[in-house]
């Protein structure tokens, strides 16, 4: 039992010394990964800022003045063109030259002095149904606000229903707090399988996997010493990315952080598993990263991380418990919005379980089948 961990720990420092040594290897570890971060986390928003909006008025009453001047105060709006018919409103939304357009009727500020119903006409391009709700959603906020106000300083009853709205775990709807929290997700199986998938085949590419051979080592030590780098690695990896999603995108962390650990362990080994497997198919370190590649995108696109997996098909929706990405997410974001602990996030880390212990077996299994 000595004998074979210190066999292992030779190893791990092997290979942590092969990586180290290699300028290129050094930059794909810590390089990308932050780049992604800084580039999602930015740039891959769900809120809207500067919606252009085109306003036709056929009225020039207090009322529609006051409504125009609430949202074009608003962050999200921003009105470009002030339409002077009917005609110049299509080609504005057919050429993408605005996403809203609003219409006032000749009688607007007249039927508001009078306490009756003024309609307002909304024309939204569809194109993108998520932006066009999004941007629904800020506009039907103005209005409500500006009802509100006219019903208090004008008089007149209220609404029979009163609309009452609440947010839970994201008080403030920022979309980057559902965002960056899968990101980490995301970068964390990106390198640890392409440092685990470029291990067996940077041996037989570079003609030291027959010096491997030779060694007292067993298959399973080899495995072993090959998984440990890449989820040391993974670890660091992770820290850095939640230390920077907490202080720099100033997500909260409300749950427990032993219980974010476990979920990150167990996700690492699972995804190690995957790149071993990967790594004793391949040949060349080129048919190493293409077949991470080939895992990554689908892993990806079926963990929940961009589309609702309870949207999918119901045989896709099958397919997505192979996915140790979708269990992750679902840790992450408990832990990081929904205060989650070991106790709810339970069934989220047994999957991950059996998926590493099938896949290291598999790995296990494909590297002795390569071996003679």
Known sequence: MRETAANILALAIKEFLALLRDRRSRIIIVVPPLIQLFIFGFAASYDLNDVPVAVYSEDNGGASRELLARIEGSPHFSILHMAGS?????????????LVVLRFGQHFSANMERGKPAPLQLLVDGRNSNTAMVALNYLRSVVLDFNRDWQRTHGGSGPAVNLQMRAWYNENLQSRWFIVPGIVGSLMLVVTLLVTALSVAREREQGTFDQLLVTPLRPFEILVGKAIP?????????????????????????????????????????????GLMISSIAVTQQQAILGAFLFIVPAVILSGFTTPIANMPEMVQWLTLLDPLRYFLVIVRGVTLEGDGFTLLFHQFWPMVIIGAVTLVMAGWLFRHRMY
């Open 86 to 98: 009917d005609a110049e409103l299509a080609p504005l939304i057919n050429n993408r030259q605005v």
């Open 230 to 274: 890449g989820i040391l690695i993974g670890l660091v990896e992770a820290t850095l990315i939640i230390a920077l999603m907490v202080w720099l995108f100033d997500v909260p962390v409300r749950g427990s952080v032993p219980a974010l650990y476990v979920g990150i362990l167990l996700f690492l080994i699972a995804a190690t598993g995957v």
